[in-house]
């Protein structure tokens, strides 16, 4: 009986010991001290001694009860500890992996990358200009006569210093004139400021680019063939081009360039109104007046000049029904352009 009390706390102590977590304790603590556990039932051992062996018994089997217990609580203790040490170190490695989501660029700066990747492919740089303009950059150079409603403030934002919020990319033209002297082979695009109300197409803040081409004999065959390409590059192989005569102060003659809808690839639906074609640019030969204003010489030098809502592209290019979309930054929309 002493030798078995003796080996029962041998292996209890190796047990305990070697428990790492509560799990293990609390099956040590079964195998040992439990109803059927090996102490137990050594204590009920004792009936089968000769009564003059019981009192020696009985001490020693009290003795390693109390070492078992002490052994419990201590493991207990140990366990409780290292738990809460790798909690407090913030380490579960039963947690998956965080996953790192990849950026992607907005829809509008990935149509502005289109664009120039495409009008550098036919010989364009890209030049820039600022937000901030002056009137004479925006308006009087690109002559645009003095009482033209696109000049009311209702229309413009104008700084307290007489500034403005550039309207167009079209002064970039004028910046680019001034500072070299021709053949000019250039795309800008930025950001434009308008005061119009916000709907599905107007937004008060977009972006344009802007094209021109300002070289000896250029003529609208060039443009024209310019503008096809580009239509092609970006909506396909199919896509054919047409010029409407209009208006501009700072061409002559003025043009809109429509594009084949892409919708329905010409056959009329709701998109083109049933014309199918999409309106895509303004453009036209540089006017006199312009070269003039640079300081080119116009019997010398001739060029086209175009313009284009990165917008309207990027709506028309991913089926956008309203403007807004590209500027609530909401990451279930912006999403989708990955
Ligand atoms: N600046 C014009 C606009 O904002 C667009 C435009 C039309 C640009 C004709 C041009 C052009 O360069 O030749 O509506």
Known sequence: ???????????????????????????????????????????????????????????????????????LEEA?????????????????????????????????????????????????IVAEGPELESVFNNFDAL?????????????TFYLADGRLLRTQTSPVQIRVMMSQKPPVRIVAPGR???????????SMNFHQIEGLYVDRDVSLADLKSVLEAFAR?????????????????????????????VMCAGKGCSICKNSGWLEIAGAGMVDPAVLEAVGYDPEEWTGFAF?????????IKHGVSDIRYFYENDIRFLRQFR
């Open 233 to 261: 590059e970006m909506f396909g192989e199919k896509a054919a081009i047409r010029m409407r005569p209009h208006f501009f102060p700072f061409t002559e003659p003025s043009v809109e360039c429509d594009f084949t809808c």
């Open 76 to 124: 207990k203790k140990r366990v409780a500890e290292s738990g809460a040490k790798a909690k407090s170190a913030g380490i579960d490695v039963t947690l998956p992996g965080r996953q790192r989501r990849l950026g992607a660029k907005h829809p509008v700066t990935a149509m502005i990358d289109d664009c120039v990747a495409i009008f550098r492919r036919l010989g364009f």
């Open 143 to 155: 002559n645009t006569p003095s009482d033209h409603p696109s000049r009311d403030p209702r229309d």
């Open 192 to 202: 434009c400021f308008r005061r119009d109300t916000p709907d599905a197409t107007h």
């Open 307 to 315: 313009g284009m809502g990165i917008e309207r592209l990027a709506m």
């Open 1 to 71: 009986m002493l030798k078995e009390l003796k080996q029962i706390v041998v292996d209890a102590e190796k047990a305990f010991a070697e428990a790492a977590d509560e799990r293990a304790v609390e099956d040590a603590r079964v195998a040992f001290l439990g109803r059927k556990g090996r102490l137990t039932l050594a204590t009920g051992g004792m009936k089968t001694l000769d009564p003059s062996d019981r009192p020696a018994a009985g001490k020693a089997l009290n003795e390693a009860k109390k070492k078992l217990a002490a052994l």
